[in-house]
Structure formats: structure tokens, C-alpha cells
């Protein structure tokens, strides 16, 4: 197929992708989508932190909170295998897309499986000299 009647067939075919959020995601199953924690059981002994791969995971004692960085986390479930309360759980459902880093902020004031979403400062490049 030649490259002209290929760019022809594309530009009046429909597109192979969704228009995720504002049409539902088509979730493979065996996804596990992102993870929830359930500050309620949490012992803050921060194993998930320590075995994340990734350190997408920040524990604070004090404040007694979890906070996870939505683009460090590859969902790998480690944390969910490791907490010996069954504290975090994954869910089959994405996160909605954001034009910042954001991160989810679990803490025991806020309801059950609620989070904050905090933006992380844009990376503007290496400092000049």
C-alpha cells in the first residue's frame, strides 16, 4: 500500500482510541489500575514505603498520612503484598489525567479511600549557570 492511499484510508477511518475521561477507558481484565488505602487500618509501618521499587511512596508518622506519586507508581502491587493490615488495595479504575505531577495524599482525617491531589512543581529543565 503506498503511502498516499495508507494516509487517505486514515484520515477518513474513525480512531482507534477513546476519548479517555470523557468516555470510559477499555480496562484489559487483569488490570489493577491504581491503589487505595484504607487509613483507618494503617499502622504506619511504613513496608510499603520501604519495598516500593519505584519510591512512589512517602509515609509521614507524624501527620499520619500516605502519600503516593501518581508518576513514579507502575502499579506493580508490592505494596498491596507487603502491608500486614491489608491497608492498600488496587482498583481497577485510572486516575484522571492531569497536565501537572500530581500526587494522592491519603490521611486519616479524610474519609475512607479519600485522597488529596497536590500538584508537584513543573519541571522547567536543568538550572542555568
Not at 487483569?30 to 512517602?58: H, Q, Y
Not at 508518576?71 to 505494596?79: E, F, G, K, S, V
Not at 484522571?96 to 491531589?117: G, M, N, W
Request: hydrophobic share 30%; aromatic share 8%; glycine share 2%.
Amino acid at each position: 500500500m503506498s503511502m498516499l492511499s495508507s494516509s487517505l484510508k486514515n484520515l477518513f477511518s474513525r480512531p482507534f482510541t477513546t476519548k479517555y475521561p470523557y468516555e470510559p477507558a477499555d480496562l484489559p481484565p487483569g488490570n489493577r489500575g491504581r491503589v487505595l488505602w484504607d487509613m483507618e487500618k494503617c499502622i504506619f509501618c511504613r513496608k510499603c514505603e520501604r519495598n516500593c521499587p519505584t519510591s512512589a511512596i512517602i509515609t509521614n508518622k507524624d501527620a499520619k498520612t500516605q502519600t503516593v506519586i501518581r508518576h513514579r507508581c507502575i502499579a506493580c502491587n508490592t505494596c498491596v503484598e507487603v502491608c500486614p493490615t491489608q491497608t492498600i488495595s488496587m482498583v481497577t479504575e485510572y486516575s484522571k489525567p492531569d497536565i501537572a505531577p500530581t500526587v494522592h495524599v491519603f490521611s486519616v482525617d479524610l474519609p475512607r479511600h479519600e485522597y488529596r491531589v497536590e500538584h508537584l512543581p513543573r519541571y522547567e529543565g536543568r538550572p542555568k549557570d
